[in-house]
């Protein structure tokens, strides 16, 4: 008998739950090494020698969302745009799509699609983080792309203990940028994390929150949730993780990194395998919840 021979390995077996989101580390590589990088921490599968083919990868992402019936996928890295043919390619088999890029590759021309693009703080100090002449290309890449196409371009900042008291030089730098918006997340620390980058505790970082909740106030163009950013005060802030991500809403979406022998692995969130939830900042969990109450005080 004339078996077929499969083209492409079959992705791990991530079992039979549905995820309606999902991400995806399409190349462990970058350009860059930022200081508070998650993806190069120890636990954390990132060697740039496991990689998968571009074509492995489209037929393995088409496998994982008919079974798990994905709908939207974030497309990162390393950085995402060193791959960006199969990101375009592999944008065509979701419903929504979004990409996360460091912007040194160019903003690209996504029409309908969200394009983050991160910086984090003001020209300076963002170079000391991000790497020299970082801020004046991200710069560069933002007016080149300015209003090519209907692209929504957002600036990120992560928030860290060194950077944060530059959140509002930040803001008045880019606010006048060719952008939809200037996001805020901050740190994720890692479990034995205590360096430059980490809060001790919750309570430690309360008066970063309420600063950024008065600066939106009177800057427009910051897009955070003030329900989402009040849900990260001390206060409230486990209620929305748990002390080990037990409550966490980030935990529905599948995290697919690239791993040993170029087969997708699955970490234990989006931000790898050691993280401290009780330390977590990371907006999206605090914004699931936010939405999440509005929807039930809809109903
Ligand atoms: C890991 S990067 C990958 C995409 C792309 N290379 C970039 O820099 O945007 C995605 C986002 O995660 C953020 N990030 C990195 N390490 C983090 C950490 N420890 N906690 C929270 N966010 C982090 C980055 O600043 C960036 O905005
Ligand atoms: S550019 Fe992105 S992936 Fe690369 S080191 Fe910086 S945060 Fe990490
Ligand atoms: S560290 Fe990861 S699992 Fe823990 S609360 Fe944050 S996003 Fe959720």
């Known amino acids: 008998m004339n078996e077929e021979i499969p083209l492409f390995q079959e992705p791990t077996d991530f079992g039979e739950d549905e995820f309606s989101s999902a991400l995806v580390l399409v190349t462990n590589a970058c350009n860059l090494r930022c200081k508070h990088c998650f993806v190069y921490r120890e636990e954390t599968p990132n060697e740039s020698r496991d990689k998968m083919t571009d074509e492995c990868m489209?037929?393995?992402?088409?496998?994982?969302?008919?079974?798990?019936?994905?709908?939207?996928?974030?497309?990162?890295?390393?950085?995402?745009?060193?791959?960006?043919?199969?990101?375009?390619?592999a944008m065509e088999l979701f419903e929504q799509s979004s990409i996360v890029t460091n912007g040194t590759y160019g903003i690209p021309s996504v029409p309908g699609h969200l394009v983050t693009v991160s910086l984090d703080g003001p020209k300076a100090l963002n170079d000391q983080i991000r790497g020299e002449g970082v801020f004046d290309k991200v710069r560069q890449s933002i007016f080149a792309h300015h209003l090519k196409d209907d692209t929504t371009v957002m600036l990120q900042m992560t928030v860290t203990k060194k950077n944060a008291e530059f959140i509002?030089?930040?803001?008045?730098?880019?606010?006048?940028?060719?952008?939809?918006?200037?996001?805020?997340?901050?740190?994720?620390?890692?479990?034995?994390?205590h360096g430059e980058n980490a809060w001790n505790d919750l309570v430690e970082r309360d008066?970063?929150?309420r600063k950024l909740i008065e600066l939106k106030k009177i800057h427009p163009m910051i897009k955070s949730n003030i329900g989402a950013l009040q849900l990260m005060l001390s206060e409230y802030s486990l209620s929305?993780?748990?002390?080990?991500?037990?409550?966490?809403?980030?935990?529905?979406?599948?995290p697919l990194y690239v791993g040993k022998g170029g087969q997708f692995e699955r970490t234990f969130c989006?931000?790898?395998?050691?993280?401290?939830?009780?330390?977590?900042?990371?907006?999206?969990?605090?914004?699931?919840?936010y939405n999440q109450q509005r929807r039930n005080s809809r109903a």
Request: aromatic share 12%.
């Open 58 to 89: 489209l037929y393995q992402l088409r496998r994982l969302r008919d079974k798990h019936r994905i709908r939207s996928m974030l497309f990162m890295g390393g950085e995402p745009l060193i791959k960006s043919k199969l990101v375009f390619e």
């Open 168 to 193: 509002e030089a930040f803001v008045e730098q880019v606010e006048c940028w060719p952008i939809s918006g200037i996001a805020f997340t901050f740190y994720v620390p890692d479990q034995d994390d």
């Open 207 to 209: 008066d970063v929150i």
């Open 240 to 254: 929305a993780t748990g002390l080990h991500g037990e409550n966490c809403r980030l935990k529905k979406m599948l």
């Open 270 to 289: 989006c931000y790898g395998n050691n993280v401290d939830c009780s330390r977590c900042g990371a907006y999206g969990v605090f914004n699931s919840v």
